[in-house]
């Protein structure tokens, strides 16, 4: 069993589920190598639990097929929800009793600690290392991270993906908590300029942010 309660192959599922946004079943199957009856038989029991849904749609001239994508329970098993819960019943406390200024401040305080943790564990490689170390320090937070490099003739530029958001309950309710991320991300890679371009708590099924290295 995995940490979500679910078996490898549906773990797996909800996974790519949370990278894309939405699949069909033959998609599913193929890119995760099993049978597409196996692969059926798991989507239908999740769709029974509750934590996928699938659209009707068209595909060209031929006929409908399922676009299956997670709802808000299969998302919720991908991410760690006691810890979000405490931290949302903290800030609410927090916000009773000293007032919502001393919240934003409090986030913002945690965030700046957050980035000099960052820049001490990112060190100073190349603008690439560093960024690598990045991503690999938020997939370890369960981010579910990825970076893709594009390619331009006289600046370096990147973007940095997160399928999954760790504090996605605590963003919820403190929005602002974001804005501080953004923050953070810009002061542990100063070097650069860091723009999002996705924002899960805006309806997308990602998050992103377009990091460019400023020319010297």
């Not at 990278?19 to 769709?47: F, M, P, V």
């Not at 097929?65 to 760690?80: A, T, V």
């Not at 190349?126 to 600046?155: P, T, W």
Request: proline share 2%; net charge neutral.
């Amino acid at each position: 069993m995995t940490t979500t309660g679910l078996p490898s192959t549906k773990h797996n599922i909800l996974q790519n589920l949370l990278k894309h946004g939405q699949a069909t079943a033959q998609w599913l199957a193929q890119d995760l190598n099993i049978s597409k009856q196996a692969n059926r038989r798991h989507l239908n029991e999740l769709e029974v639990e509750g934590i996928i849904i699938y659209d009707s749609v068209k595909q060209g001239m031929g006929r409908h097929q399922h676009l299956y994508q997670l709802r808000e329970l299969g998302r919720d098993r991908l991410s760690p929800q006691k810890y979000s819960e405490f931290a949302v019943s903290f800030l609410d406390t927090l916000a009773e009793t000293a007032g919502k200024e001393q919240v934003s401040k409090v986030l913002e305080k945690q965030w700046q600690r957050k980035a000099a943790e960052y820049r001490d564990r990112l060190g100073k490689g190349s603008l690439a290392q560093r960024i690598g170390k990045l991503v690999q320090l938020r997939q370890e937070e369960g981010y579910m991270a990825e970076l893709h490099q594009v390619s331009s003739s006289n600046q370096q530029k990147f973007v940095l993906v997160e399928h999954n958001c760790a504090i996605s309950e605590v963003a919820e309710s403190y929005p602002s908590i974001c804005g501080h991320e953004l923050e953070m991300f810009s002061a542990v890679l100063p070097d650069c300029i860091v723009e999002r371009t996705h924002w899960i708590n805006n309806g997308e099924h990602r998050c992103g942010y377009s990091i460019t290295g400023r020319r010297l």
